[in-house]
């Protein structure tokens, strides 16, 4: 069933995207009515315990300055919620927690992006219409604390997903569990990128969505 815009839940989480990190017990904030309307959920209505580190809301990125509001959220499509729970499900099953460094991305961050990266093997080339990140229904996301061989968004061959030259095998191993945890989820690894996942649909194209994510 999927997870109501207004639904809330305990969560506890770790940010450094000045969300703050919330009590548990402290039910998530409703999304705005603009992200209602297209189905968004806070990804905290279906994972309580998500570390939440948006980068695109810090300098911490490959472009170098804040492409998101200080206080951007994780929004996903409703359709990914009971993926997402389930994958933290079996992540939490070994006493490991999800990341979640990238969820909704507006239109107009993505057109910065491919500015600055122009080539579609690292940023997907936006066109006229929303789809993966634009919307909603790809996450990216490691495991708190594991080595995964590379950081976020490292335009390196040893970013693709089943890269082993340069990459050891307890960081091999670590991408393994991830992607286990997130098929039991019913979402997919890009082959290009350890971190990025679809969720079913993801690769159609919609009507452009270019709604706050916050």
């Known amino acids: 069933m999927l997870l109501a ?3 809330v839940g305990a969560c506890a989480v770790l ?3 000045g969300l703050g990190a919330a009590a548990p017990g402290d039910p998530v904030p409703p999304v705005s009515a603009a992200a ?3 189905g968004f959920v806070d990804v905290r209505t279906a994972v309580p315990d998500a570390i939440i580190d948006l980068r695109y809301a810090t300098a911490n ?6 492409l998101y509001p200080a206080d951007a959220r994780c929004l996903v499509h409703e359709s990914l919620a009971p993926g997402l729970a389930a994958a933290a499900a079996a992540l939490r099953a070994s006493g490991e927690r999800l990341v979640f460094w990238d969820c909704y ?5 993505q057109v910065r992006m491919f500015q600055e990266v122009p080539n579609p093997a690292w940023v997907a080339k936006p066109g006229p219409y929303s789809r993966s990140h634009e919307s909603g229904r790809s996450v990216d996301v490691t495991i708190a604390g594991a080595d995964m061989g590379t950081g976020f968004d490292d335009f390196t061959a040893r970013a693709t997903a089943y890269a082993t030259d340069g990459v050891s095998p307890a960081a091999q191993a670590n991408r393994a569990r991830l992607r286990d945890a997130m098929s039991a989820g019913g979402l997919t690894v890009y082959s290009g990128e350890w971190w990025h996942f679809d969720g079913p649909g993801a690769g159609v194209q919609r009507p452009i969505i270019d709604v706050p994510n916050n």
């Open 5 to 7: 815009a207004g639904l």
């Open 15 to 17: 940010s450094a995207n």
């Open 36 to 38: 209602s309307a297209v």
């Open 61 to 66: 990125n490959f472009v170098g300055i804040p």
């Open 105 to 109: 991305r507006p239109h107009a961050v």
